[in-house]
């Protein structure tokens, strides 16, 4: 095994469904070993990228890299990568454990292995039942189990918590967690920055199929500066005169009914703001840098235009 | 490819499908082979008496194919599914070659249209043999050129079985290319060929074709040579399966 067997490259990928651009140009990688999350809100072209690197969808324009590999011409695709894409993709008909053997037949894996990742996924109890029964949460651990049957270096995950309950998604973290600390390159997509703040190391921010940030998650906190809380009885006075001095409308939050929260300025100028235009503050102070808050700012600040159809 | 056609078959065996149709054809083949036993002497029938090789190459080779529509239909049923249960993303995921698994399912389907075949051959030669020694025509499955209609016959099977997994490629939504598949099968081609007037091109339809190759002869009906029914049969396979891969392998999995 080379180091960069578990490179992920993307480059210039583009790809419009009829006459919305779902991605373009995007650009970025995912380095071998690394767990990056994948974000961007709905629509931003999330699920048409990874399905453009996994080969099912064909892009307009650019190429997507596994191990300097297209995904077509990898020699054993489903023992180098390994994908949930999305819930529920499974016959009804069929037990868990009858799916899992059909891709054991197709890779010439053992038998035996569709029973170790069901252990592993933790669905060794209904394994015999026909999968129109399962949960959503059985569902996706299903999907997990038939990813990893080949024992891939390379998982692509795509809002893997979708629609899990907090234990489920507490457990998906600690699973991944785990495959990760083996070397596995991980790329996890979400829209929501929290879901994987714990887990991931890098991220690869999109926001209308292009790239609005990558880099280490712990970059991403020194990016908009310090956030400030405020209260005062004239939150709609405070926030035009913020907005009077530059700040962007995206970066002011009312969090209650006399509570303003603003990134990217200091307690002092917001102070002396305030003292200047007679606006009364109830309070103010730093807040601890809000990771969600930046996110937001980087997925909303770029264009604010309507996002394109979900699903993309 | 072995392995390919190993999951074609896993799949196909975990879940029931397959079971319940081929009861089905062998309830058909069964209960057309026992009306054209019982009827034969009907003065005003259009088969050929049971004691002439014409007959008994008719009825060898009419109840058996007349369980070809669900070999189709489970072959379309068979490629359809994964598209309507998202598994073709699972299903492209092994094997990104999609040519590769659109060529399993027909080799797999194919392999499956020669078992119901050679089962309901089975069916119609347990009614036939008994009841038609009693009846005084004792018949002889390697005589009066009941092999090359059997096997004619079997043929046909792989060919609806081809003909559904080309159509399903085709189509990809399970409820079209179902009910396209039997409004041909059961509506449009019967029209079609009660025509006499349309008689030189509808003898070349998949219908007429297939009874052209299993040596099926009817008295108000005017058919191809067998080896000409079989090239038509085997053109549309041809052209229905290289387009349906052609498409499968173009569209994109969403």
């Known amino acids: 095994m080379t180091d960069d067997e578990g490179r992920i490259l993307v480059s210039g990928l583009t790809k419009s469904f009829g006459r919305v651009k779902a991605v373009d140009g995007l650009t970025f990688t995912v380095e071998q070993g690394s767990i990056t999350g994948f974000l961007g809100p709905n629509g931003a ?11 099912l969808v064909r892009p307009d324009a650019g190429a997507a890299t596994i191990g300097g590999r297209r995904y077509a011409d990898l020699r054993a695709p489903n023992s180098t990568v390994g994908a949930v894409l999305e819930a529920a993709a499974f016959h009804p008909g069929r037990t868990g454990r009858a799916h ?7 890779n010439g894996y053992p038998h035996s292995r569709a029973d170790e990742v069901l252990e592993l996924v933790g669905l060794t109890g209904a394994a015999g039942r026909p999968v129109r029964g399962y949960s959503l949460g059985m569902r996706q651990r299903l999907a997990l189990a038939t990813a990893l049957l080949g024992d891939p270096r390379v998982l692509v995950l795509d809002e893997p918590a979708n629609g ?22 991980v790329l996890v997509s979400s829209h929501v920055l929290s879901e994987v703040q714990q887990l991931v190391d890098h991220v690869v921010i999109i926001n209308r199929g292009r790239c609005v940030r990558q880099g280490p998650l712990h970059e991403l906190a020194d990016l908009h500066g310090p956030v400030v809380s405020v209260r005062t009885p004239q939150p709609d ?20 009914p006399s509570q303003l929260r603003v990134t990217g300025v200091h307690t002092d100028e917001v102070g002396e703001l305030a ?34 159809p979900t699903g993309a | 490819m072995r392995r390919l056609i190993a999951g074609e078959f896993r799949k196909l065996f975990a879940t029931r499908l397959w079971l319940w149709l081929l009861l089905a054809a062998m309830a058909i083949a069964g209960l057309y082979a026992s009306l054209q036993i019982a009827f034969s002497d009907d ?7 049971l004691s002439t090789s014409d007959g008994q190459q008719t009825l060898f080779a009419a109840a058996p194919s007349a369980a070809n529509p669900l070999i189709a239909v489970l072959a379309a049923i068979g490629i359809t599914g994964e598209y309507r249960h998202r598994t073709a993303t699972t299903t492209f995921l092994a094997t990104p070659h999609r040519a590769r698994v659109i060529g399993a399912k027909l080799l797999a389907y194919a392999a499956v249209g020669v078992g119901y075949a050679l089962v309901c051959t ?74 006499p007037a349309l008689d030189s091109w509808t003898r070349y339809l998949p219908g007429p074709a297939d009874n052209a190759l299993t040596g099926i002869s009817l008295t108000n009906q005017q058919y191809l040579q067998p080896w000409q029914g079989g090239l038509a049969l085997a053109s549309y396979c041809l052209v229905i399966a290289v387009t349906g891969t052609y498409l499968a392998t173009r569209k994109d999995v969403t």
């Open chain 2, 122 to 195: 089975a069916v119609v030669t347990a009614i036939a043999v008994p009841w038609l020694s009693a009846k005084g025509i004792e018949v002889s499955l390697t005589g009066n050129g009941l092999p090359g209609t059997i096997a004619g016959g079997i043929a046909a099977a792989a060919v609806y079985a081809l003909i559904g997994v080309g159509l399903g490629a085709l189509l990809r939504e399970q409820v079209a290319t179902v009910v396209g598949l039997l409004i041909y099968l059961f509506v449009l081609e019967p029209i079609l060929t009660s025509l």
């Open chain 1, 237 to 256: 006075r405070l926030h035009e005169a913020l907005t009077g001095t530059g700040v962007a409308p995206s970066r002011i939050t009312r969090t209650g």
């Open chain 1, 45 to 55: 072209g999330k699920t048409t990228t990874l399905r453009m690197l996994l080969g």
């Open chain 2, 43 to 49: 003065p005003d029938t259009w088969t050929m008496p």
């Open chain 1, 164 to 185: 899990l309950d907090p234990e489920g998604i507490a457990w998906m973290r600690r699973l991944l967690r785990d495959l990760a600390a083996g070397g596995r390159t």
């Open chain 1, 100 to 106: 899992l053997r059909i891709y054991c037949a197709i």
């Open chain 1, 275 to 308: 003292f200047a235009e007679r606006i009364p503050l109830l309070w103010l102070a730093t807040e601890p840098s809000d990771l969600e808050q930046v996110f937001f700012t980087l997925t909303n600040e770029q264009q604010p235009a309507p996002a394109v």
